[in-house]
T-cell receptor, first 114, second 113 residues
Framework: DTAVSQTPKYLVTQMGNDKSIKCEQN?????MYWYKQDSKKFLKIMFSYNNKELIINETVPNRFSPKSPDKAHLNLHINSLELGDSAVYFC?????????????FGQGTRLTVV | AQSVTQPDIHITVSEGASLELRCNYS??????LFWYVQSPGQGLQLLLKYFSGDTLVQGIKGFEAEFKRSQSSFNLRKPSVHWSDAAEYFC???????????FGTGTRLTIIP
């Protein structure tokens, strides 16, 4: 039973399109995250979402928007996709947004913009 | 500013040999330190973490890491690697401000027979 699941696993789309990536966690965690892993494997946090409080990394373009219909889901919407958005996107969750709370990661979504 | 450095981009070791992956951090106080492993096509899995106390921490899959404050290091070790250990390994520090974790750029481990 997957703890943090993301769909789709692969996504190929054209520039200018709008797409969404879904994330669900069945761990009962309070906090969820989106990370972007670039072609050099560098992982950078994009968003943290805790009890309806959204914390945005200031470097993330406003074309990216997280949506949380409930505590178990944090979906990532991307508008007007650009070539530079190609990356692997990881969803994660933790019980709290403290260091002691282990972060559990999904398998990632490989987004390719052509 | 806080940062994490993994100096080795790629390491190749023979199966059964010992392993040490390097991690250096920059942080003004005692950091929370983590090692994660990413197998091909998979998400990240926590190997071990250090918060305080004993500076030698044990993790899953036979890994251990030692926190050395004087060297600002948190190197990962394993006495004898298995072919299944081939993966990407990430050192992470956190939390800083609103960020849960700040990751290093990773070290890719290749195991040869």
């Amino acid at each position: 039973d997957t703890a943090v699941s993301q769909t789709p696993k692969y996504l190929v789309t054209q520039m200018g399109n709008d797409k969404s990536i879904k994330c669900e966690q069945n761990l009962g965690h309070d906090t969820m995250y989106w990370y972007k892993q670039d072609s050099k494997k560098f992982l950078k946090i994009m968003f943290s979402y805790n009890n309806k409080e959204l914390i945005i990394n200031e470097t993330v373009p406003n074309r990216f928007s997280p949506k949380s219909p409930d505590k178990a889901h944090l979906n990532l919407h991307i508008n007007s996709l650009e070539l530079g958005d190609s990356a692997v996107y990881f969803c994660a969750s933790s019980q709290k947004m403290t260091a002691e709370a282990e972060a559990f990661f999904g398998q990632g979504t490989r987004l390719t913009v052509v | 500013a806080q940062s994490v450095t993994q100096p080795d981009i790629h390491i190749t070791v023979s199966e059964g040999a010992s392993l040490e992956l390097r991690c250096n951090y920059s942080y003004g106080a005692t950091p929370y330190l983590f090692w994660y492993v990413q197998s091909p096509g998979q998400g990240l899995q926590l190997l071990l973490k250090y918060f305080s106390g004993d500076t030698l921490v044990q993790g899953i899959k036979g890994f251990e890491a030692e926190f050395k404050r004087s060297q600002s290091s948190f190197n990962l070790r394993k006495p004898s690697v298995h072919w299944s250990d081939a993966a990407e390994y990430f050192c992470a520090v956190g939390p800083f401000g609103n960020e849960k974790l700040t990751f290093g750029t990773g070290t890719r481990l290749t195991i040869i027979p």
